[in-house]
């Protein structure tokens, strides 16, 4: 059986780890959120010119 440790998965794009900090500081804010688990890409895995938003 599969197990995911979470319930729900965000995609963050930040333009360096400061801003994606205070984006995660304002997360454990919440009382909702009890944890929050971060893989980090050290390089750019894509190269286009804008986001996509998947709604």
Known sequence: M???SYDYL???VS???DGY?????KLHKLA???DI??????RKV???TT???FV
């Open 21 to 25: 900090e205070r984006f995660t500081r």
């Open 32 to 34: 909702s959120v009890k």
């Open 2 to 4: 599969w197990y995911r």
């Open 10 to 12: 965000l995609e963050v």
């Open 51 to 53: 986001l996509p938003i």
């Open 15 to 17: 333009p360096n780890l």
């Open 46 to 48: 894509i190269n286009k």
């Open 37 to 42: 688990h971060t893989h980090l890409s050290v």
